[in-house]
């Protein structure tokens, strides 16, 4: 595993992160600050709550009698009257009704009345919704009917036609029945009538307005809300013949069964009344019945804010609070969550609620609950207490308040802490970073003069320049200056020792070859022949040695001119193993070119030069079978040339250095002698040709070694 580099100006900007310790410490005071602010207000509004149903307690004057006391509520046929924004205008249009299609019920032949027989090809239905505006009562329905039958004028009968009918319970439990019946579209009056559907004096405190559309007629009415009964029923009678009784009926409730009827739940202005006295800026408050239907609510969750962004600020009066309003206060709100002023309020035009805080309150318990908005925008705090009227639980108060007070006095409080330790932490930050970049930049600089200097050979290039600082960075550069000074010294010794000691070898080397030549022909005995044999062999020794380190200075001469030419690698390859197939003709030598195309720019006397030092080596470390494998593959955009053979495997400890110079791992009494310049000089044609050589142990399941040289591909 890698180990971790850190730098100086790393560490030290690691150790000025502690400061930040200090505004880290307030921030988390200040989240806790938030927690206990969020109970308390938990708590309020819990009180809020329960101030307001304290008020409601046991005056059961305030409900409807029937509405709100009753068990269940059935779909259709409990309704509820949802409150107007203003007076509605009867003209069977519709169109004062505000979401009428999301707030009309909807009735077809499954509400069908009794009596009736069910139509198969029926397309009576109607929608029918309630609104409330003061003292009025406003019906709509929007009735769907193939063939609508007006009332023949001249009639005295208004049951032979099409009609809607209003059934009451009186407070004495009488039952009332109204008949609306049009004989034309525009005005409508409602007519009381007994139980053979006979009328009497129309009903002068209802207004009406029928209207025929294209799918059918639209009807509007307005009735006082005390006209209406304990219990009420509507329901529309349809006939497709003149003069002729109704055939078909559908309705909210059987209107001539007075235990059939259903409710009308009003809202109600006495609790409105009471409740708007005890709200409130940005909360709300809600008095439901035990089913869930609103009877009151005062408030709204979000209020108006005036827009103050724009602050006119005196640059040169103010600055520093130009910069924390401008500049800071947008870059804490990337991390603080800012109180919106606009949130999605689900609950905002709702009139019926059903929530887990309203089932804890119709349990007669106190509840709260943390919702968060639809939008991820807010959270809203719901508080909730029963309303008790004779020890039974008939509605619940719910309180609502976001947290956006809370959340704003946290961000203040935030805001300050952090202008005033930026303020502290910026100079000593900015201090230490100024510190910390000068140390680093001077010892990056002394470690880049000192890559330069020195070749991945060892070779010595450039100097260090030394520093003009007084300490101790500036005396280390002083140092390397010296230190490089003496390896350049000592590294032009070694690449003239070659030279050096061919030139010293060759004149003993010529007096020992005359003088045995001379001593060869003047005697000639057996005992001096083998001396003369020996020192004959010592010659050639010494001649040997001299020829390798030659060869070797040529080498590093000619790799340091420009001399270069494109040719085919494999050309160059396949020629080389093809002569040495015919000098060798002893060793078994495979060569694989996989067919491609191998241009390379260098030198392609050198690249035969070092196949002839790889070829050698493996020839020489073979065992008996003496095969010899060279391979050329195109891997991507490199060449990979490969030479290898079985025989005697490297040991692990020197596979790194045998590519240097004078390192042979040969056996010391072999009668050729062996300087190790071999592979030296191969590594230095390979870098010459920007090529990258290695030697390693086969790993294909043979034993023996591998030289892998991969070239880069023109």
Same mark, same amino acid.
């Given at each position: 595993?890698?180990?971790?580099?850190?730098?100086?100006?790393?560490k030290?900007?690691?150790?000025?992160? !502690?400061?930040m310790?200090?505004p880290?410490?307030?921030?988390?005071?200040?989240w806790?600050?938030?927690?206990?602010?969020?109970?308390?207000?938990?708590k309020?509004?819990?009180?809020?709550?329960?101030?307001?149903?304290?008020?409601?307690?046991e005056?059961?004057?305030?409900?409807?009698?029937?509405?709100? &006391?009753?068990q269940?509520?059935?779909?259709?046929?409990?309704?509820?009257a949802?409150?107007?924004?203003g #007076?509605?205008?009867?003209?069977?249009?519709l169109? /004062?009704?505000?979401? !009428?299609?999301q707030?009309a019920?909807?009735?077809d032949?499954?509400?069908?009345?009794?009596?009736f027989?069910?139509?198969s090809?029926s /397309?009576? @239905?109607? $929608?029918?919704?309630?609104?409330?505006? =003061?003292?009025?009562?406003?019906?709509?329905f929007?009735?769907?009917?193939?063939?609508? +039958?007006?009332?023949?004028?001249?009639?005295?009968?208004?049951?032979?036609?099409?009609?809607?009918?209003?059934?009451?319970?009186?407070?004495?439990?009488?039952?009332?029945?109204?008949?609306?019946?049009?004989?034309?579209?525009?005005?409508?009056?409602g007519?009381?009538?007994?139980?053979?559907?006979?009328?009497?004096?129309?009903?002068?405190?209802?207004?009406g307005?029928?209207?025929?559309?294209?799918?059918?007629?639209?009807?509007?009415?307005?009735?006082p809300i005390?006209?209406?009964?304990?219990?009420v029923? !509507?329901?529309?009678?349809?006939?497709?013949?003149?003069?002729?009784? #109704?055939?078909y009926?559908?309705?909210?409730?059987?209107?001539?069964?007075?235990?059939?009827?259903?409710?009308?739940?009003?809202?109600?202005?006495?609790?409105?009344?009471?409740?708007?006295?005890?709200?409130?800026?940005?909360?709300? +408050?809600?008095?439901?019945?035990?089913?869930?239907?609103?009877?009151? *609510?005062a408030?709204?969750l979000?209020?108006?804010?005036?827009?103050? @962004?724009?602050? *006119?600020?005196?640059?040169f009066?103010?600055?520093?609070?130009?910069?924390?309003?401008?500049?800071?206060?947008p870059? &804490?709100?990337?991390?603080?969550t800012?109180?919106p002023?606009?949130?999605?309020? =689900?609950l905002?035009? @709702?009139?019926f609620i059903?929530n887990?805080?309203?089932?804890?309150?119709?349990?007669?318990?106190?509840g709260?609950?943390?919702?968060?908005?639809?939008?991820?925008?807010?959270?809203?705090?719901?508080?909730?207490?029963?309303?008790?009227?004779?020890?039974?639980?008939l509605?619940?108060?719910?309180?609502? $308040?976001?947290?956006?007070?809370i959340?704003?006095?946290r961000?203040?409080?935030?805001?300050?802490?952090?202008?005033?330790?930026?303020l502290?932490?910026?100079?000593?930050?900015l201090?230490?970073?100024?510190?910390?970049?000068?140390?680093? @930049?001077?010892?990056?600089?002394?470690?880049?003069?000192l890559?330069?200097a020195?070749?991945?050979q060892?070779?010595?290039l450039?100097?260090?320049?030394?520093?003009?600082?007084?300490?101790?960075?500036?005396?280390?550069?002083?140092?390397?200056?010296?230190?490089?000074?003496?390896?350049?010294?000592?590294?032009?010794?070694?690449?003239?020792?070659?030279?050096?000691?061919?030139?010293?070898?060759?004149?003993?080397?010529?007096?020992?070859?005359?003088?045995?030549?001379? %001593?060869?022909?003047? =005697?000639d005995?057996?005992?001096q022949?083998?001396?003369?044999?020996?020192?004959?062999?010592?010659?050639?020794?010494?001649?040997?040695?001299?020829?390798?380190?030659?060869?070797?200075?040529?080498?590093?001469q000619?790799?340091?001119?420009?001399?270069?030419?494109?040719?085919? %690698?494999?050309?160059?390859?396949?020629?080389?193993?093809?002569?040495?197939?015919?000098?060798?003709?002893?060793?078994?030598?495979?060569c694989h070119?996989?067919t491609a195309? &191998?241009?390379? !720019?260098?030198? #392609?006397?050198?690249?035969?030069?070092?196949?002839?030092?790889?070829?050698?080596?493996?020839? /020489?470390f073979? /065992? $008996?079978?003496?095969?010899?494998?060279v391979?050329?593959? *195109?891997?991507?955009t490199?060449?990979?040339?490969?030479?290898?053979? +079985?025989?005697?495997?490297? #040991?692990?400890v020197?596979?790194?250095d045998l590519?240097?110079?004078?390192?042979?791992?040969?056996?010391?009494?072999?009668?050729k002698?062996?300087?190790?310049?071999?592979?030296?000089?191969?590594?230095?044609?390979?870098? &010459?040709?920007?090529a990258?050589?290695?030697?390693?142990?086969?790993?294909?399941?043979?034993?023996g070694?591998c030289?892998?040289?991969?070239?880069?591909?023109?």
């Amino acid at each position: 595993m890698a180990k971790v580099r850190l730098s100086i100006r790393l560490k030290l900007l690691a150790l000025s992160l !502690f400061l930040m310790s200090v505004p880290w410490l307030g921030y988390q005071y200040v989240w806790e600050m938030e927690s206990f602010l969020r109970l308390g207000q938990e708590k309020t509004l819990v009180g809020t709550a329960k101030a307001v149903a304290t008020a409601l307690h046991e005056r059961p004057l305030l409900f409807d009698q029937h509405a709100s &006391y009753q068990q269940r509520v059935e779909q259709g046929k409990d309704l509820y009257a949802y409150p107007a924004n203003g #007076p509605i205008r009867l003209d069977g249009k519709l169109s /004062d009704w505000l979401n !009428f299609q999301q707030r009309a019920v909807f009735y077809d032949a499954s509400y069908k009345l009794e009596k009736f027989e069910v139509r198969s090809n029926s /397309d009576l @239905s109607f $929608e029918h919704s309630v609104n409330q505006f =003061q003292d009025f009562l406003y019906l709509s329905f929007k009735v769907t009917d193939d063939a609508v +039958i007006f009332r023949n004028h001249q009639s005295l009968s208004i049951d032979k036609n099409d009609y809607l009918e209003i059934a009451i319970k009186t407070k004495d439990d009488a039952l009332k029945r109204y008949i609306f019946a049009a004989t034309k579209t525009g005005w409508v009056n409602g007519y009381e009538v007994d139980s053979n559907n006979r009328a009497g004096t129309p009903e002068k405190r209802i207004q009406g307005y029928w209207l025929v559309t294209p799918t059918g007629y639209n009807l509007e009415l307005r009735l006082p809300i005390e006209w209406v009964g304990a219990k009420v029923g !509507f329901a529309i009678y349809d006939t497709d013949h003149h003069a002729s009784l #109704p055939d078909y009926a559908i309705g909210t409730a059987d209107t001539r069964l007075v235990d059939n009827l259903g409710t009308v739940l009003v809202p109600s202005p006495e609790i409105d009344a009471i409740i708007k006295a005890l709200s409130y800026s940005n909360s709300r +408050i809600w008095v439901v019945d035990k089913h869930g239907r609103m009877l009151a *609510k005062a408030g709204e969750l979000i209020s108006v804010i005036p827009d103050n @962004s724009v602050i *006119k600020i005196d640059l040169f009066e103010s600055p520093f609070k130009w910069l924390t309003t401008q500049v800071l206060k947008p870059l &804490y709100y990337q991390i603080l969550t800012k109180p919106p002023s606009a949130f999605v309020d =689900q609950l905002k035009d @709702s009139f019926f609620i059903k929530n887990k805080v309203l089932d804890i309150a119709l349990q007669g318990q106190s509840g709260t609950q943390w919702q968060l908005t639809p939008d991820n925008k807010a959270v809203i705090l719901s508080a909730s207490h029963p309303i008790f009227i004779d020890g039974e639980v008939l509605g619940a108060v719910i309180v609502e $308040e976001t947290t956006n007070g809370i959340r704003t006095l946290r961000n203040q409080a935030l805001e300050s802490l952090f202008n005033q330790m930026l303020l502290i932490l910026s100079i000593g930050t900015l201090v230490f970073a100024l510190f910390a970049s000068r140390i680093s @930049s001077r010892i990056t600089t002394l470690k880049k003069q000192l890559e330069s200097a020195v070749d991945e050979q060892g070779k010595i290039l450039n100097s260090v320049e030394p520093s003009t600082t007084n300490d101790e960075i500036g005396d280390l550069s002083h140092s390397f200056n010296r230190l490089i000074s003496r390896l350049s010294q000592y590294n032009r010794y070694l690449e003239g020792m070659s030279s050096r000691i061919s030139h010293e070898f060759k004149t003993p080397v010529a007096i020992i070859r005359s003088s045995l030549e001379n %001593l060869k022909n003047e =005697q000639d005995r057996g005992e001096q022949n083998v001396y003369f044999s020996r020192a004959m062999d010592g010659v050639h020794r010494l001649d040997f040695m001299m020829n390798a380190m030659s060869e070797a200075t040529r080498v590093e001469q000619t790799v340091n001119t420009d001399d270069k030419e494109e040719f085919d %690698l494999a050309e160059v390859v396949s020629g080389c193993v093809s002569g040495h197939r015919i000098a060798f003709n002893q060793v078994e030598f495979v060569c694989h070119v996989e067919t491609a195309e &191998y241009p390379i !720019f260098g030198n #392609p006397d050198l690249i035969v030069q070092m196949l002839e030092k790889l070829l050698s080596n493996a020839i /020489d470390f073979s /065992d $008996e079978a003496k095969k010899v494998e060279v391979s050329l593959a *195109k891997k991507q955009t490199k060449f990979e040339l490969k030479v290898s053979n +079985i025989g005697t495997e490297l #040991p692990q400890v020197m596979q790194e250095d045998l590519f240097d110079s004078m390192v042979s791992i040969r056996h010391t009494d072999s009668a050729k002698p062996h300087l190790g310049l071999g592979l030296y000089i191969a590594r230095l044609i390979a870098q &010459y040709h920007k090529a990258h050589i290695s030697i390693k142990n086969r790993n294909d399941g043979y034993k023996g070694v591998c030289v892998t040289c991969l070239f880069e591909g023109d």
